[in-house]
């Protein structure tokens, strides 16, 4: 049997924190009215899929709710998929945070310094084994159904947990920098006997 498995990802729709310029994981910022629209055009527009997983954050469920109720399948939320936590600057919108924010995500994706956090918050050690956790779950669940055919999932996730999880999970290292996730735009990861592949990167090669 062929047990590959494709796993198409994407950044949840855009959201009112994204738009307030707030850092931090913040699980409660709701989606906007544009961000609603993003979401119910991802819903028509994604490949057959068997079941959607999205982080335990309302944006992010939200968007996967979409996906779920459009394509007539069940979503699952995982924990381990949410945003990088960044402690007591938890949303913070000051230009020293953001930018401290983004020099700790470059640190991890680009040097592979993951004992860099922000503030007190989240290790990249931690939210990486979250991450590929989550990833490889998710694989397990679905490459060893007796089903002939394994087909496809969504995993509907957050731009810098999403980035640094599968840099290492697809040994991708520091060609993703440079090409944050849009909202709600679907990339291919493919994983099957010889481990994980990212097919595509919105913004570098084809989605």
């Not at 979503?75 to 600057?89: A, D, H, R």
């Not at 007190?120 to 694989?139: K, L, Q, Y």
Request: glycine residues 12%.
């Amino acid at each position: 049997m062929d047990d590959a498995l494709e796993v198409v990802c994407l950044r949840h729709a855009e959201a009112e924190n994204v738009v307030a310029g707030a850092s931090g994981a913040l699980p409660g910022a709701a989606l906007t009215e544009r961000g609603r629209v993003q979401a119910n055009a991802v819903a028509h527009a994604l490949p057959a899929i068997d079941h959607v997983y999205a982080s335990t954050a309302e944006r992010a469920w939200r968007t996967a709710e979409t996906i779920g109720r459009v394509r007539g399948v069940g979503v699952t939320k995982m924990e381990g998929l949410v945003e990088m936590g960044i402690g007591g600057l938890e949303g913070a919108v000051d230009p020293v945070t953001r930018a401290r924010t983004a020099e700790v995500l470059r640190s991890w994706v680009v040097d592979g310094k993951l004992d860099e956090r922000v503030a007190d918050g989240e290790t990249g050690h931690a939210v990486v084994e979250r991450v590929v956790n989550a990833f490889r779950a998710i694989a397990a669940e679905h490459r060893h159904s007796a089903s002939a055919s394994v087909g496809a999932v969504a995993v509907v996730g957050h731009v810098a947990s999403l980035t640094v999880g599968l840099s290492v999970l697809c040994g991708l290292g520091s060609t993703v920098w440079g090409a944050p996730l849009p909202h709600a735009v679907p990339f291919r990861v493919l994983v099957d006997g010889r481990g994980w592949r990212c097919a595509a990167w919105p913004g570098l090669w084809p989605v």
